[in-house]
């Protein structure tokens, strides 16, 4: 089975390598790959458009997407760009579209509402809006304690330095177009959800409502950060080789 790894906000195709190894001991293949305006693809123009020509280019039948927290949009639209391809969906803490609505209003605006609680710092203190060419505005995180408390706080010294090292900034371009996305709704495409239960980034009320939109009830869950593919690879192997097995639906 080959799984198509996409990453969140702030990261790249390099967030999955502790993973990667791990889904290869199951006989799994995978493919991670950047979304345009991230990682190496930063010189290309973010959108909806141009991250559903990537995720066309790259799906193959039968393949399970894993979409990580802002890659639950991403693997939406790969759904509904070519559901007869996808074989499976899993949405790693992942964001869930609303029909008709662009992102944030998609979390309700929560998720950047609590970051300077729980950061204990004021926006301006940890994240700012850059230009980019190509981009326009872009925001980065400023400070590196901010993305550790935020999604590296189970994880080593030397795993949060090498995930610091890496971020980009996140065009904010894609987060203002409206998500239209019918056949994802209508597909028959499996579904799963996996929630990490010590995450900071946002709460479990979220997720709730993330799995509401799904149809789901039930999921499986990691005691880990917002980033389990770092802090427990091969938890989280075990945990993807079981939902494409089907272990919690068909």
């Not at 967030?15 to 493919?31: I, M």
């Not at 280019?57 to 393949?63: K, N, P, Y």
Request: net charge negative; glycine share 6%; aromatic share 10%.
């Amino acid at each position: 089975m080959r799984f198509v790894l996409i990453h969140g906000g702030y990261h790249g195709a390099w967030c999955w390598d502790r993973l990667t190894p791990e889904l290869e001991k199951f006989g799994h293949s995978t493919v991670a790959i950047d979304l345009p305006g991230c990682n190496h693809r930063h010189a290309e123009t973010a959108s909806l458009a141009s991250w559903r020509s990537a995720l066309r280019e790259v799906i193959q039948d039968g393949d399970v997407l894993v979409g990580h927290s802002m890659g639950g949009f991403a693997i939406a639209l790969a759904a509904d760009e070519v559901p007869d391809k996808v074989g499976r969906l899993i949405f790693l803490s992942a964001a869930v579209p609303i029909e008709g609505e662009a992102m944030g209003a998609s979390t309700a605006d929560s998720v950047a509402n609590e970051w300077p609680t729980t950061v204990g710092l004021a926006y301006e203190e940890f994240l700012e809006v850059v230009e980019i060419p190509n981009q326009g505005p872009c925001v980065r995180l400023t400070k590196q304690m901010a993305a550790n408390k935020l999604f590296y706080h189970d994880c080593s010294p030397d795993d949060q330095d090498w995930a610091w090292e890496r971020l980009t900034p996140l065009p904010l371009a894609p987060a203002l177009e409206s998500f239209h996305v019918p056949r994802f709704w209508d597909t028959p495409i499996p579904r799963d959800f996996i929630l990490t239960t010590d995450d900071y980034s946002h709460s479990k009320e979220m997720d709730n409502i993330f799995m509401r939109r799904l149809g789901l009830s039930t999921a499986f869950s990691i005691i880990s950060s917002h980033s389990p593919f770092v802090s427990q690879p091969s938890n989280t192997a075990k945990l993807l080789d079981a939902c494409a097995g089907g272990a919690l639906s068909s």
